[in-house]
Nanobody, 117 residues
């Protein structure tokens, strides 16, 4: 499997979840990794990216609450999500973008995150 996402679930507002995305070494090593999400009825949106050196960037909606990081030894990228809000509810996808060094776009299968009381 080239990208395998996991870690989604149901959590109350204010809670935390950690998503994981295990990647094949050939598409992970040296490349940018990204997390996107798609809420019901909305377009898929970029949430966070991290380059091969570990430098992260975030969209404003998640700054200060989400942390993206990578373990290069395990070919895995993570998304630590804290202070979750109902509007964070979405299917979350990991991605290796072509613009970040990969030979093409790669996508994981998505993992559902539901924030609800």
């Amino acid at each position: 499997v080239q990208l395998q996402a996991s870690g989604g679930g149901l959590v109350q507002p204010g809670g935390s979840l950690r998503l994981s995305c295990a990647a094949s070494r050939s598409i992970f090593s040296g490349n940018v990794m990204a997390w996107h999400r798609q809420a019901p009825g909305k377009q898929r949106e970029l949430v966070a990216i991290i380059d091969s050196h570990g430098t992260p960037e975030y969209v404003n909606a998640v700054k200060g609450r989400f942390t993206i990081y990578r373990d290069n030894a395990k070919n895995t990228v993570y998304l630590q999500m804290n202070s979750l809000k109902p509007e964070d509810t979405a299917v979350y996808y990991c991605n290796t973008p072509r613009w970040g060094g990969a030979d093409r776009d790669y996508w994981g299968q998505g993992t559902q995150v539901t924030v609800s009381s």
